[in-house]
Each structure stands twice: as C-alpha cells, then as structure tokens.
C-alpha cells in the first residue's frame, strides 16, 4: 500500500515537471486525461488552453482558473 | 511513465473519446556536410466531436517563473486530496523558438526521459502516459 502511494506520488511529481518543462519552453503539449471531459494545450503563443466537453466542466474551469486570468480568447 | 509513439498516442487519446488522428511522413535529404538527414512531416488532429468553441478558455502565461509549476498543476486531473489520475502529456510541436531555447528545453527533456529508462528519440516517442499502470498494492 505504502509503494503504491510512492509511486503514485512519483508519477505527479514527473507529470507536474514535464509540464513545466512544455510550458516555459512553448512547447506544443495536449494534457489529456483518461477520464475527465477536458483536454489543455500548451504552446509558443503565450497562452494556455483549455477545453471542456460539457458546460459543467466549463464552468468549474472558469473558477478554478480565474486567477490565473482565464477568459475566452479575443 | 510510459512513452507511447504517435501511433500509439492517437489511439490512447481516440478510447478517451476524443478524436485523433495523426498522419506521419519521414523525408530524407542530404545536408550541407554531404550527411543524409532526415526529418518527419506530421499532421495531427485532436479535438472532441463537435467541439463547442463557447467551451475554450485560455489562459496567459504566469509573470513569475516560479509560478508555472503551479499553473502545470492545475491543468492535470490531480488534487491534494486525491491522486493523479492516468493522463496522457503529448509533445506534437517543438523547435520553434530560438536555437539556445530549444537547446536548453531538448537537455532537459532527454535528462527527464532517460532518467526514467526511455531511450528513444523525443520525435518518436513524444508521448507520456502517466499513472496508467495499475500497481499491486
């Protein structure tokens, strides 16, 4: 039990730095999880996006990410 | 950790329920040194059937550096309260800014991946899928 929660733990630790690497760099990267209505693009253009399948998942983005200045694109 | 081709990658994120669909061509030349070179077009496509643009928010990059760990955060299925869920990071497009740029963001991708045991090329394997193998508890 105690591994499972090591490896685990190691595995969001390499996610969350793969990430960062993509994102400072401007790399074009989709995050896309294996069960959840989003996916996110990372890349060059100085902006982030994210995009949900259902206005639920829409919503809780907007609040979740409204401080990190989350709006639709102009 | 586990790297997936694109191949491979298109047909992870299609069980998902997401479309994708990749098509990929490799073109050799020869370069200024008399040396073959080769390097791969590669058209993808990633989205949800009907994709509803009212649905996409963007968000600008951090001010602060330190920062952007935080903001990778929140874009991953994970929680403080719960583990990260499986998910697929998918590098589709590098090399577009500036040469020490992108010098520096390839080191510290090969030092990333082969710390972990991958030893193939970024270009062949630019998929990572995290979380996914289920562990004997």
């Not at chain 1, 206005?55 to 401080?67: D, G, K, P």
């Not at chain 2, 058209?43 to 951090?62: G, M, V, Y």
């Not at chain 2, 991708?109 to 394997?125: M, N, P, V, W, Y």
Request: with cysteine.
């Amino acid at each position: 039990m105690i591994f499972a929660r090591l490896t685990s733990k190691t595995e969001t630790v390499d996610a969350q730095t793969l990430l960062t690497i993509a994102i400072v760099f401007g790399w074009y990267c989709y995050v896309i999880p294996e069960y959840a209505n989003y996916y996110a693009l990372t890349s060059h253009d100085e902006y982030l996006e994210v995009v949900s399948r259902n206005s639920a998942t829409h919503q809780r983005f907007m609040s979740e990410l409204e401080r990190w200045g989350a709006g639709k694109r102009l | 950790m586990k790297t997936l081709t694109w191949e491979q990658a298109a047909e992870w994120v299609t069980g998902t329920g997401l479309s994708a669909t990749v098509d990929r061509a490799v073109q050799e030349y020869v370069a200024d040194d008399g040396q073959k070179q080769s390097y791969s077009l590669i058209n993808k496509s990633i989205h949800f059937p009907n994709e509803d643009a009212a649905l996409r928010l963007t968000l600008p990059l951090p001010k602060l550096p330190y920062q952007v760990s935080y903001l990778a955060n929140a874009l991953l299925p994970y929680s403080e309260s719960d583990e990260l869920r499986p998910c697929l990071l998918w590098m589709t497009d590098w090399g577009i800014m500036g040469e020490v740029s992108e010098r520096v963001a390839k080191s510290l991708t090969q030092c990333f991946r082969s710390a972990r045991g991958e030893t193939k090329l970024l270009i062949d394997t630019p998929a990572h899928l995290f979380n996914k193998t289920k562990i004997p508890a």
